[in-house]
């Protein structure tokens, strides 16, 4: 499997900043810890194929894996 974006890597460091878990609301966006997130769904689902989220309770919530909570994001900003 190929090695995650530098986007692909802010968005886990955003989701990582907010507690590791969010839910999907309506409108397929992502909360965590009260915000919004600003990455697409098609990134949470990349994230995902490479093991370092995981969905759980119907697809409707997200939360990083112990992969995800231990990638290296030092060298990125989170998504804006």
Known sequence: ????????????KWLRNRNGDGVFDRNQVLLAAGERAPV???????LEALGLVERYQNNR???ATDAGRYADVSNVGESQ
């Open 1 to 12: 499997m190929s090695a995650p974006t530098d986007a692909q890597l802010a968005a886990l």
């Open 40 to 46: 697409m769904r098609a990134t949470w689902s990349r």
């Open 61 to 63: 919530r997200l939360r």
